[in-house]
């Protein structure tokens, strides 16, 4: 059986720099993405000790930490691979055209990834999902890490929110941060998200249909 781990980070804290400052990666990897993933096998282990004796009182607390946990753990991760000293720009290929597609244009879709993140109320995610169900690219705003999904898409490329992202060095400026962040997307890893994203098959029909 499994237990979650923290992974490492594809490159140095201060690689990202002066986007984002190598004292808010060190803390934000080392210390809030930990704290989720021990929480996560916390929440696991006290499931399976309310199993183990029947007690079940804690339920709806337990599984709100996993759910909490588990997606702050996964969010976190797939926000360092999102992320590269070498990023920004734009995407092409595939990518490119289905955001063309899905958003309008490119400009469209950073819009609405800038704004989407910058009004959440209290800490969540914006986040480009893949939407198997309709074969398209959506926007979504997560709320913490866990609410307000649409249920069967997958997350390719996410911006963390939380004010703990960003607050230590752009304090209340955080549009800054949300368009700073642009200059680090790693397009590469994006791209291969976005393609093997495709492959998904939720096996549920007649859920969408061409727009007639
Ligand atoms: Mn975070």
Redo the contacts with the bound molecule.
Sequence with gaps: MNEYVLPDLPYDYGALEPHISGEIMQL?HDK??RTYVTGANQALAGLEEARRKGDFARIAALERALAFNVS?HI??SL?WQNLSPEGGGRPNGALAGQIDTDFGSFDGFKNQMVRAAGTIMGSGWAALAWDPASARLIVVQIHDHQSETAQGSLPLMVL?A?E??YYLQYRAEKTQFFEAVWNLWNWDDVSTRYMAARNVNLGLADVAQPRA
């Design positions: 934000h809030h993405h702050g969010l976190h926000f963390d939380w703990h992202a």
